[in-house]
T-cell receptor, first 112, second 112 residues
Framework: SAVISQKPSRDICQRGTSLTIQCQVD?????MFWYRQQPGQSLTLIAT?????????ESGFVIDKFPISRPNLTFSTLTVSNMSPEDSSIYLC?????????FGSGTRLTVV | ELKVEQNPLFLSMQEGKNYTIYCNYS?????LYWYRQDPGKSLESLFV?????AVKQEGRLMASLDTKARLSTLHITAAVHDLSATYFC????????????FGQGTILTVHP
């Protein structure tokens, strides 16, 4: 099954700055997904990232705030822009494999 | 819109006891997933259930799917402390293009 390396694993950022999270998959996956998990909550899908096309965002999430790149079938980035304390969450990427979906290790973001 | 609900949200068990976590979903789903999440960690895939009547077992955990009732269950047999974690179910549909909708999660604590 696919293995996803996600970095950074955690970061503490100043409000108003941006952070880019990277996910590298050890095999090609057609679609990658970005989720947010707020403290003590479940996972909420931010967007679906396909290679060569603009990401598809879920209701409540916009490209200006969460720009996504997907330059090839093994890599994707999510940027959290102009951060505020409300953006403090765990961000996870996911890709489909033969056994379902595998997840990156997550990025724990704290905005101060 | 697909909605997924789990219950209970919190489960405190004694070692050696049996219990079941329930996962209801609101519309026709073609796949049902169970994941485990340890504190501060990412999601570990437990089961993928693809068809009505599907039953899968791994160690002390057994998952089943009833598509007519739109219900999946995760049964825990003779719980041990190592099973303490948060368990999520998630569903996808044939029209959701791989997007997963997650339940709220069940926090399981197994006491000696």
């Amino acid at each position: 099954s696919a293995v996803i390396s996600q970095k950074p694993s955690r970061d503490i950022c100043q409000r108003g700055t941006s952070l880019t999270i990277q996910c590298q998959v050890d095999s090609q996956v057609t679609m990658m997904f970005w989720y947010r998990q707020q403290p003590g909550q479940s996972l909420t899908l931010i967007a679906t990232a396909n290679q060569g096309s603009e990401a598809t965002y879920e209701s409540g999430f916009v490209i200006d705030k969460f720009p996504i790149s997907r330059p090839n079938l093994t890599f994707s980035t999510l940027t959290v822009s102009n951060m505020s304390p409300e953006d403090s969450s765990i961000y996870l990427c996911s890709g489909e494999n033969n056994y379902g979906y595998t997840f990156g290790s997550g990025t724990r973001l704290t905005v101060v | 819109e697909l909605k997924v609900e789990q219950n209970p949200l919190f489960l405190s068990m004694q070692e050696g006891k049996n219990y079941t976590i329930y996962c209801n979903y609101s519309t026709t789903s073609d796949r049902l997933y169970w994941y485990r999440q340890d504190p501060g960690k990412s999601l570990e895939s437990l089961f993928v259930l693809l068809s009505n009547g599907a039953v899968k077992q791994e160690g002390r955990l057994m998952a089943s799917l009833d598509t007519k009732a739109r219900l999946s269950t995760l049964h825990i047999t003779a719980a041990v402390h190592d099973l303490s974690a948060t368990y999520f179910c998630a569903a996808s549909t044939s029209t959701s293009y791989g997007k997963l909708t997650f339940g709220q999660g069940t926090i399981l604590t197994v006491h000696p």
